[in-house]
T-cell receptor, first 113, second 112 residues
Framework: DSGVTQTPKHLITATGQRVTLRCSPRSGDLSVYWYQQSLDQGLQFLIQYYNGEERAKGNILERFSAQQFPDLHSELNLSSLELGDSALYFC????????????FGPGTRLTVT | AQSVSQHNHHVILSEAASLELGCNYSYGGTVNLFWYVQYPGQHLQLLLKYFSGDPLVKGIKGFEAEFIKSKFSFNLRKPSVQWSDTAEYFCAVNVPAGKSTFGDGTTLTVKP
């Protein structure tokens, strides 16, 4: 158990819908990262927040957005969902904004039908 | 932007065989390097990391990796694999000014 929690574990929704994935970092960690893992694209970095501010952006679609709240939990919002958005979404946390190992959560498996 | 290349997509070994997984990165400055492992159905876990100092780093479960700066490489090794090492292995690089970048992963299958 890494100390990072993610909810829900599984999510099944229809195309065009919007979902919110939630992540709570390890106690004391200020940085949260979001990743998408799919069979054809591997592990793709989406976005990073550090202490409430966006710190780095990766291959995140405009239909996706995220934020980190004052209590340091983070939410990833996915809208206008398409079949290709079906994937495992991982959250990770680390103590600082760069240079440290990341601790991964168990992931949320999103299935878009 | 930095990139990470893992040359072996799928490696199949018999138990007790030695393992070496290649990882090369492209970035000219100081980097922090990591290997993560993802067991079937589980999340990624840190195997080992390199920040500075001795370029040969030891991690959990008998794994080690060697940082060769001149080759921009950080290869993962284990002298004798076990069936329980069957997993996907990811190399990652973190640079001071940017995000972490992960390789595409190498799937290791160890046959009993």
């Amino acid at each position: 158990d890494s100390g990072v929690t993610q909810t829900p574990k599984h999510l099944i929704t229809a195309t065009g819908q919007r979902v919110t994935l939630r992540c709570s970092p390890r106690s004391g960690d200020l940085s949260v990262y979001w990743y998408q893992q799919s069979l054809d694209q591997g592990l793709q970095f989406l976005i990073q927040y550090y202490n409430g501010e966006e710190r780095a952006k990766g291959n995140i679609l405009e239909r996706f957005s995220a934020q980190q709240f004052p209590d340091l939990h983070s939410e990833l919002n996915l809208s206008s969902l398409e079949l290709g958005d079906s994937a495992l979404y991982f959250c990770a946390s680390s103590p600082r904004d760069r240079g440290f190992e990341q601790y991964f959560g168990p992931g949320t498996r999103l299935t878009v039908t | 932007a930095q990139s990470v290349s893992q040359h072996n997509h799928h490696v199949i070994l018999s138990e007790a065989a030695s393992l070496e997984l290649g990882c090369n990165y492209s970035y000219g400055g100081t980097v922090n390097l990591f290997w993560y492992v993802q067991y079937p159905g589980q999340h990624l876990q840190l195997l080992l990391k390199y920040f500075s100092g001795d370029p040969l780093v030891k991690g959990i479960k008998g794994f080690e990796a060697e940082f060769i700066k001149s080759k921009f490489s950080f290869n993962l090794r284990k002298p004798s694999v076990q069936w329980s090492d069957t997993a996907e292995y990811f190399c990652a690089v973190n640079v001071p000014a940017g995000k972490s970048t992960f390789g595409d992963g190498t799937t290791l299958t160890v046959k009993p």
